[in-house]
T-cell receptor, first 112, second 115 residues
Framework: GNSVTQMEGPVTLSEEAFLTINCTYT??????LFWYVQYPGEGLQLLLK?????DKGSNKGFEATYRKETTSFHLEKGSVQVSDSAVYFC???????????FGPGTRLSVLP | EAQVTQNPRYLITVTGKKLTVTCSQN?????MSWYRQDPGLGLRQIYY???????DKGDVPEGYKVSRKEKRNFPLILESPSPNQTSLYFC??????????????FGSGTQLSVL
C-alpha cells in the first residue's frame, strides 16, 4: 500500500538557518503530495502541495518539489523564524479514491 | 468563517463508558474523515465518509463507529472505550475529493483519556 517516510525529529535550528525536512513516498499511480503543518494546540493546516511530477509547491517561504524519479518531496526554507516552530507532516493521496496517507511528522524547534 | 468544529476539546472517561465526539463542518463538504494522532505514529485514519450515508473503514477502525446522517455532521462513537484508545483525535473534511484543488480542513482536535 501507499506510505510516506519522513526524517526523524526533532529538528532544532537557530533563527535564520536553512531548513530541510526529507520526505519520500511509496505509491501506485501518480499521487498528489502535500505538506501540512501543526502549530501547538491546533489542528493541521495545509502548507503547500504539488499534484504532478516536477511541480513546485510554495507558501510562506517554504518550498517543495515533486521528484518522481527519486519519489521525494523534501520541504525547504531558506531562513527559518521562531514562529515556524511546529510539527510538519508529509502526506499523499493517489486521486483514485485511496485516502490521505500521512507520515509520522517532524517536530521543528527554532531558537532565537 | 469556514471551519470544522469538534467537541469536546478534552475528555476524560473510564473504561467501558460509551462516548461520542461530535464533528461539524460548515463548508458543504462531501468528504469527512476521522484520524487519531499518537506519538511516533503520525495520523492514522479511523473512518471516512464520501457522502451522506456512505462510510468506510480506514486503517484503524476497531473499537470505533461513525454515522453520516447529514452532510455537515460526522460523529465518532466509542461504544466501550479502552485505555489503548487514549489519543488525540482529529476530524477533517474536504471538497473536490481526488481533484486538483483537494485540501483537507482539520478541526482543533479532541484529547481523549480513557482510564
Amino acid at each position: 500500500g501507499n506510505s510516506v517516510t519522513q526524517m526523524e525529529g526533532p529538528v532544532t535550528l537557530s533563527e535564520e538557518a536553512f531548513l530541510t525536512i526529507n520526505c519520500t513516498y511509496t505509491a501506485t499511480g501518480y499521487p498528489s503530495l502535500f505538506w501540512y503543518v501543526q502549530y501547538p494546540g491546533e489542528g493541521l493546516q495545509l502548507l503547500l502541495k504539488a499534484t504532478k511530477a516536477d511541480d513546485k509547491g510554495s507558501n510562506k517561504g517554504f518550498e517543495a518539489t515533486y521528484r518522481k524519479e527519486t519519489t521525494s518531496f523534501h520541504l525547504e526554507k531558506g531562513s527559518v523564524q521562531v514562529s515556524d516552530s511546529a510539527v510538519y507532516f508529509c502526506a499523499l493521496t493517489d486521486n483514485y479514491g485511496q485516502n490521505f496517507v500521512f507520515g509520522p511528522g517532524t517536530r521543528l524547534s527554532v531558537l532565537p | 468563517e469556514a471551519q470544522v468544529t469538534q467537541n469536546p476539546r478534552y475528555l476524560i472517561t473510564v473504561t467501558g463508558k460509551k462516548l461520542t465526539v461530535t464533528c461539524s463542518q460548515n463548508m458543504n463538504h462531501e468528504y469527512m474523515s476521522w484520524y487519531r494522532q499518537d506519538p511516533g505514529l503520525g495520523l492514522r485514519q479511523i473512518y471516512y465518509s464520501m457522502n451522506v450515508e456512505v462510510t468506510d473503514k480506514g486503517d484503524v477502525p476497531e473499537g470505533y463507529k461513525v454515522s453520516r446522517k447529514e452532510k455537515r455532521n460526522f460523529p465518532l462513537i466509542l461504544e466501550s472505550p479502552s485505555p489503548n484508545q487514549t489519543s488525540l483525535y482529529f476530524c477533517a473534511s474536504s471538497a473536490d475529493r481526488g481533484g486538483i484543488n483537494e485540501k483537507l480542513f482539520f478541526g482543533s482536535g479532541t484529547q481523549l483519556s480513557v482510564l
